[in-house]
């Protein structure tokens, strides 16, 4: 992990935060934002869980792992979370990844309902020694010299 | 439940906050306290397909139920990832890396995975048949077998070819090593075609990914060699990056770019294969001769989806409300075999298609009202070890009959470096943790 942060800090290091809106070439479509809220008016509101769950292919189970660059939502306190999604929801969004443009079209209740969500979890990664590595790997999928 | 259960603060039984939460006493366990809330229930819940899909299915249901019995048929004993196989291509990875097994989901989920290959589904007696022999009763039966290749959409291809001399890698395996070695050991100055397929596929940006990639093997170990990318389609995902990145490293654009774009309209619609003059030839009629050939078939539902009847078409129609089958009751199907339109067919989708049919039948078996659905869909791509990308989109409920309603947002090319770089590390790290997400 540690080899991760510190290059990632010795990037971030080098880009400087111009507060920059998002760049002339994005391609936005489908709904409007606009359509989008109405759409998710008519509706009954998706569970905290399945919202939640959503963010687990890259935040890790139900937001609970920590890696890396991308941190965990499990524990994070209320507020704090609603807070960072309503900045992300700004134009001039502050994340480049993703996350400027994910939060967008999620309504203030649904930003409250993940919040109140992940701030009973605990981030608990799973105990990675615990992981069983025991893929027999084929010969023909074993890597031969030339390109190394 | 005992008042010592009691929240400090709130003064609600942590059972009031799981109600709340919609989370299962099993998944609070997990990542923590444990008690049990729900009865015995006997449900068998069966799932056909431990890709994606179906490995995210029953991780999941475990985590909202403690009881139901959850069992998964796949033929392999080990998954191999799609996403980051195209990585395996210059060797920036291995596909070990990329390899994976059912331990975890057989041990710590208890769930009961069977190493056979469904057959049919006998919908009145609710029973699924495996090759093997073996019957299984199901209350409720997921089924997310993937895509069929369909290599005979191009005259002259089959499976065959694809395994030999003409390797497809359109799913991670012994294709995509295939693949790399063809081009390590062509010859210099030689002409790599591939062929990118019409509209729906998986993972619609992976061949410009693939492309990209091996245009920066190219460059580095054999420079005069040529890309050719004919296309089925007159436009692609993330080209407003793409293009960008390969002006910048392989003189797109120009006479003598190393990497050239053939969409469907200037005649990249590849139709046809000559093996014995290793060439492709498209609908207008053109020859082009290729050192290397790569042709990503056409797609269909899985063969096991279209045998059994849970197809109209190529592809099978679900309620996008939980993603129960349009034709047949108490199955589901979700991932690469289903009519997902506006949805795109990736693993992220799958793996969230996964969570909202999960959550319905959870929902169903407790007598609850079923949830909304809602599905997120990120892509993170590259186009390099030095260049990332991202995409994301939000699919909200719109109505019975209806498709979702899509809102969708593509970065355009940065041209801050950190922030490429950055981007392109958020790729990798997303593999690694889509990886454990799913499997352990
Ligand atoms: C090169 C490449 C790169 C990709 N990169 C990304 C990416 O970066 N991000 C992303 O989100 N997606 C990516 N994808 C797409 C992703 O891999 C698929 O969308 C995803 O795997 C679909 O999940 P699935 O469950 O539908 O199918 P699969 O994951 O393919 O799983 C299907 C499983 O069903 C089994 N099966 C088939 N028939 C039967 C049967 N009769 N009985 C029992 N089992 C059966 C198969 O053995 C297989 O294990 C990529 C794909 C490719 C090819």
Redesign the pocket.
């Given at each position: 992990m540690n080899k991760y942060l510190l290059r990632l800090f010795f990037i971030l290091s080098s880009i400087g935060f111009s507060n920059s809106a998002l760049a002339d070439d994005d391609l936005t479509g489908g709904l409007s934002l606009k359509e989008n809220f109405e759409l998710a008016k008519k509706f009954p509101m998706p569970s905290p869980w399945l919202l939640s769950a959503q963010c687990s292919a890259c935040h890790g189970t139900l937001g609970t792992a920590f890696n890396e660059i991308i941190p965990p939502l499990a524990g994070m306190d209320k507020q704090e979370f609603i807070k960072k999604m309503q900045e992300y929801k700004t134009a001039d969004a502050s994340n480049f990844i993703v996350m400027g443009i994910i939060a967008q079209p999620i309504t203030d209740e649904e930003i409250e309902a993940m919040a109140g969500f992940f701030a009973k979890l605990k981030p608990e990664p799973l105990n990675q020694e615990k992981i069983p590595r025991d893929v027999v790997v084929p010969e023909w999928a074993v890597m031969n010299k030339e390109s190394e | 439940m005992s008042n010592k259960y009691r929240d400090k603060k709130t003064g609600i039984t942590r059972r009031e906050i799981l109600k709340v939460l919609g989370v299962s006493a099993l998944s609070y366990g997990f990542l923590g306290a444990s008690s049990k809330v729900y009865s015995k229930s006997t449900a068998h819940i069966v799932i056909?397909?431990?890709?994606?899909?179906?490995a995210t299915a029953a991780k999941y249901l475990r985590l909202l139920n403690a009881d139901v019995k959850i069992t998964i048929?796949?033929?392999?004993s080990q998954?191999i990832?799609?996403?980051?196989?195209?990585e395996v291509i210059p060797g920036w990875i291995t596909l070990e890396d990329l390899m994976v097994t059912y331990t975890t989901l057989k041990t710590h989920y208890r769930i009961n995975v069977i190493q056979?290959?469904?057959?049919s589904i006998n919908f009145d007696k609710k029973q699924l048949k495996l090759e093997g022999g073996d019957t299984l009763t199901y209350h409720k039966l997921i089924v997310?077998?993937?895509?069929t290749h369909h290599y005979e959409g191009i005259e002259g291809f089959n499976k065959e070819l694809a395994e030999g001399a003409f390797p497809s890698?359109?799913?991670?395996g012994k294709q995509t090593m295939n693949l790399r070695n063809q081009i390590l050991s062509m010859k210099k100055g030689g002409t790599i075609i591939i062929s990118s397929p019409e509209d729906p596929y998986?993972?619609p940006p992976?061949p410009y990914?693939?492309a990209s990639y091996i245009a920066t093997m190219l460059k580095d170990n054999n420079p005069t060699a040529k890309l050719l990318i004919l296309d089925s389609k007159d436009d692609f995902i993330f080209s407003n990056n793409y293009l960008v990145y390969w002006e910048k490293h392989f003189g797109y654009g120009k006479a003598d770019s190393m990497i050239e774009w053939v969409s469907k309209k200037k005649g990249g619609n590849v139709v046809k294969l000559d093996a014995s003059i290793r060439a492709v030839i498209t609908s207008n009629g053109d020859i082009h001769k290729g050192d290397v050939i790569n042709i990503i078939p056409p797609e269909k539902a899985?063969?096991?989806a279209l045998q059994n009847n849970l197809a109209e078409g190529d592809w099978c129609p679900v309620d996008f409300f939980d993603f129960s089958s349009l034709l047949h009751d108490d199955v589901y199907v979700?991932?690469?075999?289903i009519e997902g339109d506006p949805m795109p067919?990736?693993?992220?989708?799958?793996s969230n298609q996964a969570r909202v049919v999960v959550q319905a039948i959870n929902d169903e078996l407790h007598g609850r009202e079923v949830g909304s659905p809602f599905i997120i869909?990120d892509?993170?791509?590259m186009a390099g070890q030095d260049y990332g990308m991202a995409l994301a989109e939000t699919f909200r409920y719109a109505g019975k009959g209806k498709k979702l309603g899509e809102r969708y947002h593509i970065l355009g090319a940065e041209k801050n470096k950190g922030k490429q770089i950055v981007r392109q590390q958020v790729?990798e790290n997303w593999?690694r943790t889509?990886r454990k997400d799913v499997f352990e």
């Open positions: - | 056909v397909g431990g890709g994606i899909g179906g048929v796949e033929p392999k998954y990832f799609c996403p980051g196989s195209n056979d290959k469904a057959q997310s077998p993937g895509p890698a359109y799913s991670a998986r993972c992976a990914e693939r899985a063969s096991f979700v991932g690469d075999s067919k990736t693993g992220y989708i799958a869909n892509c993170v791509a790729a593999q889509f």
